[in-house]
């Protein structure tokens, strides 16, 4: 272990600190959706202004995981190190390293009209319904990706492991971003079988259509209609893609 003076263990912890509020504040839509129930889901705008605050959030979040990173340089975990463990090259991380602007606070986003498409009854109903899993997951997989930062925040980490938790704390979080990108992919894709067009919704991640496509390639609700969707006894949807009327064997 890397001993280092109180000083900076307490600036460690703060940054760590830093991170959890940053990423608690980007999710708070989704929380809310999260809480929402069946008899009263979530509307398909506010799913949509979620997820466009989640990525406005994102110079904020970099930003933060930055200071971390900044404060065990400083606690003399060297740069090649760090850039191990982040997979990037030395001349990269020195540039994220170099220089931390305050990045512009991020704006609330708002669905516009335009971005919706008709879809049947069964489909929106399937879709709102299925935000509040969709929201729950994303939660979920955040809260897992966080839990080792989270732990250092709150003081549970001994002051002599501060700087080998905040490394693991990094790592984790680094290696679930494809994690947290499936688990937004869900609740993306139900906005697209609740009627929002993948064009707007690609605009409002931040991607160009064709990525958007990739991404939902794997998810049933991007590409279901209401014919595909049954409502099972716990309140859920599933998709079956079976041949009906004159196809059906």
Known sequence: MTEIDPARTTRIVAAADVITNAYAAALAPFVDIAGHTQDDPPALDTAVNAVGWLITCGPQLDRAVSLLLGRLNGAGVSRDRIRRLLGVRLETLNSRLGALPNPVNPTAVSSRVGMFTDRDQVSVRAARESL?????????????ALRPLSALSEGAVPEAATVEAAMEGVAVLHRARRDLDIALDRVLACLVLGGVKRMGLAEVVGVVPSTLQKRLATQPFARARGCDLTRVEDGTWTVSREAVGRWAS
Request: charged share 25%; hydrophobic share 45%; aromatic share 8%.
């Open 132 to 144: 509040i899993t969709a929201a729950q997951e994303l939660v979920r997989t955040y809260a897992d």
